[in-house]
């Protein structure tokens, strides 16, 4: 098969997908493993079949190797140049359970990497049709017999860290394509991965449609699709239940000194589950993440123990040394995800030394959440803040009852620390938390939380040049204002409304406070608009234009 022929049958796998009938049939040109001795029967290895198949495509100029129905149990197969592996309907392609045969032929690209499928340095390639991998995971693990936490904090548990990997270890990822140009995944079902499910290393002009990734909750490490290092992806149409990240975009290099730039990365209408974070940038960190677009999908958990759902809808972190600039999020719907927005900037660790580095340009618009347990937090370091983040039309209903004890809580810095929603405790704020940040713009927030709650609203902490337009809260209990801001700078809250009965609206606390101003705010519900602290300056607030009892 000529190379126009080989990208003109993925162009129709693509195409018929994308029109709803179904994933496209391969050509008449296609060997079959079947002609190479493959056996359908589950039990008998064959992996020098299917391997043999895949070399002699290469060997002739490219084309589909087909796997048709029925279960064929193999270990390490390797995708070459212009061959698609494409799975029929009925087909599940089987991963052993021996360790042993996840290695590469003697020869091989990197021979002691152990995956099921695994590409390196290929172009035109990929996976497609209606056909299942499975991995079968659960033997590559055990108990971790970690101790269980107290019932009240249910909220801080993963529930895939009740196991762990067999000290023998796993094959991790299950598929990998690594240096890889131009790779087209469409249509084809990944279940009971042993470790990561799909990597991207490296790679170039990717393309992922229509697929599915289906692990336990329970499988430690199972992150679902992982993006790291590669440029011009899409990822369109995908549900992935696993029980890591559901989508996570890293930057190091395995393979070399360096990690490459991240950039135009595409994911959009993809329904995700898991008892980690759902879409996450990091926790590897060490280079840049750039032109980041995350659009029309939906995140959701059953309605299951606090353990086994979400804990972040979508995590940016930068913990590494690198940086983040240019981040779009619009039109996701979460439910009962834990923490709906959580962004990072911390010092792990600096590997390599680039001009470059923080957390800047990002715009999250159009996120609708129920049953959220935790506050979403924007947090930077002192001297190292995130910066130009804007929060546009979002609403947050929460859940979970407050408690006397999160009520002026002290949060650590945790500099150093593995970043993930969880790393601060319970914070002392229900609905956003902002520390060390400049340039912060909430728009239309709105945020419903249980009787009873006493924490503020919104809380900032050394932030500088911040914008509150249109902010809705319901009712607090207690003596806390709605908007809490300490040592804050130039914050502008406008056009908002202060829920009826509050005593406080605005709080301020902190000797570097200063530039605060109320304009256009109706303000009947509350007792009073403003409270300072002994240490702030009555000219550090202004208010004009405001709707007063």
Known sequence: MLRREFLSTFSFVVATAASGRGVGQPDQTTKSILDYGAKPDGKGMNTSSIQRAIDE??????GWVHVPAGKFLTGRIDL????????????????????EDY?????????HQRHLIYVRDAEEVGLAGPGQIDGQGPSFWETSNRNPLAPEDEWADVASHAYEEKRGGRPSPMIRFANCRQVHVEGVQLVNS????????????????????KNTVYGPNTDGIDITGCQNVQVTGCTIQTGDDAICLKSENPLGPEPRLIKN??????????CCNAFKLGTSSEGGFENISFTNSVIHNDAVSLGQRVISGVALEVIDGGWIDGVTVNGITMQRTRTPVFIR????????????????????????????????????????EVRDVTLSNIRIDNVLPSRPEWVGSEVPEKESAYAEARMFGMLPVSGLYVRHARGIHLDRLAIRTTQGEARPTVMFDDVDGAQITALASTPLSGKQPVVMLSNARNVSISQSVAPAGIGTFVGVSGSESEGISLSGDDLRGAREAVALAHDVSPQAVTLSGNTTR
């Open 345 to 384: 900037l911390g010092n792990r660790k600096r590997v390599h030394n680039y001009s470059q580095h923080g957390l800047r340009n990002v715009n999250i618009d159009n996120i609708q959440t129920t049953e959220s347990v935790l506050a979403s937090s924007i947090t930077g370091l002192h001297g190292d």
């Open 57 to 62: 495509t290469f060997h002739s100029g490219g």
């Open 103 to 111: 290695q590469g032929a003697p020869g091989s690209a990197d021979p």
């Open 194 to 213: 042993a470790g990561w499910t799909l990597h991207l290393l490296n790679c170039d002009d990717v393309q992922i449609a229509n697929m599915s990734i």
């Open 265 to 274: 990365v595409v994911v959009t209408n993809c329904t995700l589950t898991t």
């Open 80 to 99: 070459k140049s212009r061959v698609g592996l494409y799975l029929e309907e009925g087909c599940t392609l089987l991963g052993s359970k021996s360790l």
